[in-house]
């Protein structure tokens, strides 16, 4: 079964951080460029940062230089580390994976981030 699970969202205080995480099953992450969504609640989702098969990587002005995007293709797995969390980083998070040559993208369920004192 083709998949991709994200984890390690949650309640965090303004200025903490969390690591999400995206585990891909049924599929090899090194064939595909990968990326980090969010939508807040009545809002569109927007992109939040992605990398592409060899590691290059791009950030939404909202979040560079907090955020950090990484991928563990020996372990099938996508990250994003947030830093100096901010109210208006509340937002479920949304993991995507597209295949270089288009013809599969798998999104996953996502994972609730609330930041709230």
């Known amino acids: 079964q083709v998949q991709v699970v994200e984890s390690g969202g949650g309640l965090v205080q303004p200025g903490g951080s969390l690591r999400l995480s995206c585990a891909a099953s049924?599929?090899?992450?090194?064939?595909?460029?990968m990326g980090w969504y969010r939508q807040a609640p009545e809002k569109q989702r927007e992109l939040v940062a992605t990398?592409?098969?060899?590691?290059?990587?791009n950030y939404a002005d909202s979040v560079r230089g907090r955020f950090t995007i990484s991928r563990d293709n020996a372990e099938n797995t996508l990250y994003l580390q947030m830093d100096s969390l901010k109210p208006e980083d509340t937002a479920t998070y949304y993991c995507?994976?597209?295949?270089?040559?288009?013809?599969?993208?798998?999104w996953g369920q996502g994972t609730l981030v609330t930041v709230s004192s």
């Open positions: 995507n994976a597209k295949h270089w040559n288009g013809y599969r993208e798998v």
């Open positions: 049924g599929i090899n992450l090194s064939f595909y460029d």
């Open positions: 990398i592409t098969r060899d590691s290059s990587t």
